[in-house]
């Protein structure tokens, strides 16, 4: 792929002189979903799908940008001094917004740059296309410009771009684990401390296998900011009482004795899916690491459940295509992502795959009349400079 790229870039900026090339994954969350902005854990992994960027510097001060999977767009054009959020500027305003919040942090970025995109993460499926993008330029501007930011802080800044650039307000989960993942690793993270342990994920006779519902996540952006106001009004009725910061703080017993604080029986339902799924997230990485992938996998299964009739982010599409996975045999399937559309995981026998992806995508088409897409995925690894630059793939 980098081979074509950088023939793209000379078409596009006219030579391929002293260019760089940067890669960041995209991620698929195995289990705690919901939970990273309740202050939980999560466990994340990355793609080997992922954001390539080549990155050049120019004389002057000017930001041109390109990306291969939007080249109907064109060049789009901005300068280090003028950057601000721009309609306009479509899909380029998450590697603008990435450069804005480095230099409002004061990081001296000394030059303009000429920068091609391309990537081969399935777009709006809930894989963190935006956040591979986000954190590829940052990975760049780090290399490049020699800033010396730490990993974790850069995360941190990636997820400010998103947050106050973009003007979406999501939890920390999908920068961290694109910027910290580890080849054939997922990441358990506490997302209030940020305290992660790296694990490994040993699939030797079975697979991943994220399957695309086709169903456009079109009330995501609604719903997911009703559900973190929902969990913060169930969080404000037990605070009342107790003495605790987030819901990721409450061991089942504690809230299966406190729960009545909660006023209002839907905030309940929302406040019981958090605190299980923290639990479950945590008992699911215990039991990977002592082996035992089945009852990862009935973990799984039962988030699933969870997030289908306590926190209702769902929907028909999602319920069919995990519903037909479980029938086909899965070792665990469930929604990944926000919910109401978008992809689920799913781990299957490396035996069964091709039987799986016919069979659930024939019985998912007949109930809902949609055709699935599915990727068999590898856990690659995190943001990186790539060796050798241009010299390898001119
Ligand atoms: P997706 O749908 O994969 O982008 C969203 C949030 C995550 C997390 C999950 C639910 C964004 C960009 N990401 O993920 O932070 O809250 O939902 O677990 O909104
Ligand atoms: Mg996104």
């Known amino acids: 792929m980098l081979e074509n790229l950088i023939g793209e870039f000379k078409k ?59 080249s109907e767009i064109g060049v789009i054009r901005s300068d280090l001094s003028t950057i601000q959020y721009e309609e306009s500027n479509d899909w380029a305003n998450y590697p603008l917004g990435v450069i804005d919040i480095l230099q409002k942090e004061n990081y001296r970025i000394d030059h303009g740059m000429d920068i091609l995109f391309n990537g081969n993460i399935p777009n709006g499926a809930g894989l963190s ?5 986000e954190l590829v330029m940052g990975v760049a501007l780090n290399n490049l410009f020699q800033l010396n930011i730490d990993q974790v802080d850069l995360v941190k800044y990636c997820q400010r771009a998103e947050n106050e650039f973009i003007g979406v307000s999501c939890g ?8 910290l993942a580890k080849q054939d690793h997922a990441i358990l993270l506490n997302c209030q401390t940020l305290d992660y342990q ?27 900011n009703e ?3 929902e969990c913060e009004q169930a969080l404000a009725d037990l605070k009342e009482t107790l ?17 009545h604080l909660i006023k209002n029986t839907t905030e309940l339902k929302r406040a019981k899916h958090a605190v299980y799924e923290n639990q479950r997230t945590i008992e ?40 037909a996975a479980w029938e086909e045999g899965a070792i665990g399937a469930r929604m990944t992502g926000a919910g109401f559309g978008g992809c689920t995981i799913n781990i299957v026998k490396k035996t069964e795959e091709d039987h799986f992806i016919q069979k659930v995508g024939k019985r998912y088409k007949d109930k809902v009349g949609l055709t699935a897409d599915f990727y068999v995925v590898e856990i690659g690894d995190g943001a990186k400079q790539l060796e050798g630059g241009e010299k390898v793939w001119q």
Do not use: W
Not at 129 to 133: K, N, T
Not at 172 to 179: E, K, L, T, Y
Not at 285 to 311: K, P, T
């Open 12 to 70: 596009v900026y006219g030579s391929k002189e002293d260019v760089c090339s940067f890669f960041a994954p995209g991620r698929v969350n195995l289990i705690g979903e919901h939970i990273d902005y309740n202050g939980g854990h999560v466990f994340p992994c990355a793609l080997s799908l992922g954001t390539y960027a080549l990155v050049r510097k120019r004389k002057d001060s000017q930001i041109r940008v390109f990306s291969k999977n939007f």
């Open 129 to 133: 296309s935006s956040a591979s993008v």
């Open 172 to 179: 920390i989960m999908d920068q961290f684990s694109i910027g």
């Open 198 to 224: 790296q694990t490994p994920i040993q699939l030797d006779e079975e697979v991943l296998i994220i399957a695309n519902s086709n169903k456009r996540r079109g009330l995501a952006d609604s719903k997911y």
């Open 227 to 229: 559900r973190r106001a």
């Open 243 to 259: 003495d605790i910061h987030s819901l990721g703080d409450l061991s089942i017993d504690e809230f299966e004795n406190n729960k």
């Open 284 to 323: 699911a990485v215990h039991r990977l690491n002592n082996g035992d992938l089945i009852g990862f996998g009935q973990l799984m299964n039962e988030s699933h459940v969870s997030l289908r009739d306590d926190y209702e982010v769902t929907g028909k599409e999602l319920d069919a295509l995990v519903e």
